[in-house]
């Protein structure tokens, strides 16, 4: 169910990156007010944000995905030790620097949950700067505001 619900990530990371692109396009291939530019170039920073969250709640979904299909569903399976394994796997491969304090499968659902949150908070914030730049370039030409 985790990951079910954290391959969301990968929509969310799409419409980041295609917000990201009308940001670059719009600051840099026309000549836009000092605000809409800001509000451009920070849409252009929070896509850059909201990537490295979707780029962690990828992995935390590769690895929930994993450890939904490999083990065994039996009653008799205690995931504490699985996961002291893989705690102890990152630990060599460098991916973390100590060996942490063991967090039970509920809570690392609830961080990589965490997660997703954040990298959605990066997007509608990114969604905003992307709307003020065009109401800022929409006061400039004299558009309506509705339009």
């Given amino acids: 169910m985790a990951a ?23 600051a840099f291939c026309s000549e836009p007010p000092l605000l809409a530019r800001a509000a451009l170039l920070l849409a252009v920073l929070l896509g850059v944000g909201e990537k490295i969250y979707a780029i962690r709640v990828a992995f935390d979904e590769r690895i929930f995905s994993t450890w939904a299909t490999s083990w065994p569903a039996t009653g008799d399976f205690v995931a504490d030790a699985a996961l002291a394994e893989f705690d102890g796997l990152l630990v060599r491969l460098g991916l973390r620097s100590q060996q942490p304090t063991q967090h039970s499968l509920d809570e690392r659902i609830a961080g990589a949950c965490a997660l997703l949150r954040r990298q959605a908070i990066c997007l509608a914030l990114q969604l905003l700067a992307v709307l003020g730049a065009a109401f800022f370039l ?8 509705g339009a």
């Fill in 4 to 26: 079910a619900w954290l391959a969301t990530g990968r929509t969310l990371d799409h419409c980041s990156l295609l917000l990201s692109l009308l940001a670059l396009a719009a």
């Fill in 138 to 145: 929409s006061t400039q030409t004299g558009l309506p505001h």
